[in-house]
Structures are given as C-alpha cells and as structure tokens.
C-alpha cells in the first residue's frame, strides 16, 4: 500500500505496521499539534488532550495531574524522567477516566522534568 496523503477513518485494522517514523498527533492547547508544553505548574495540575508530552515536577511538589479527556480505563501510561530524580521513582500513581497523577513517594528538593505517552488499549 502507498499513501501519498493521508488516511482517515475511524476505524483502520490490521495485523502489522512497519515504519520508519511514528508520529502521534492531537489537538493541543500548545498550538503545536500533539505536544503539550513543557510545563511546570505550582498549582500541580496540567490540562491537556494531547495523548503524549513533557511536564516538569516542581521542587517540593510531590505529583502532577494531568487532566486529559484521552484517558479512560483501558489507557496505559507510560512515563519517562528526562531529569534526574535523585534516584527516586518516577511513576503513575492513579489513574480515572479523564485523568492521571505522576509523582513520588516523596518530595523531592529538585525539579524533574518528564515525558509522557498515553496508549489506548481494546
């Protein structure tokens, strides 16, 4: 199959894609489709639809939430420190429909900065 353009649909099956290059792409509040900006928010939350971005945990907040009405119960979320975190775990720590909240255990005395990526699973 060649493309030259695009395909939509809302629904395209198949058993395998091989491909140089994935780009995943969304509305976004940022203007630039797809992409969040890195943000960093004092009020710890993140309003969003993109379904993958970077975002900043400030010093001395221990999570971020990110509202994103992509999210539902079949969504796996996958996050990245792109920082350091002084060795502590970066993870998801909940996750509802319309949102999700990355952080740590604890606190931490440096800002850490994070890629995530939202995939829905059927």
Do not use: C, H, M
Not at 111 to 121: A, G, L, M, R
């Amino acid at each position: 199959l060649f493309v030259a353009g695009k395909i939509e649909s809302e629904s395209v099956k198949t058993k395998e894609i091989t491909t140089e290059r994935l780009v995943i792409a969304g509305d976004s509040t940022s203007g630039e489709p797809g992409l969040t900006p890195e943000v960093s928010s004092a009020s710890g939350i993140i309003n969003t639809n993109a379904t993958a971005g970077k975002a900043v945990i400030p010093a001395g907040i221990p999570e971020i939430a990110i509202n994103n009405p992509q999210i539902n119960d079949s969504s796996l979320i996958y996050v990245t420190p792109t920082s350091s975190t002084k060795n502590s775990v970066l993870f998801v720590k909940s996750k509802e429909i319309g949102k999700f909240t990355v952080g740590f255990s604890d606190t931490l005395d440096v800002d850490v900065n994070f890629n995530w990526w939202v995939i829905e699973t059927k």
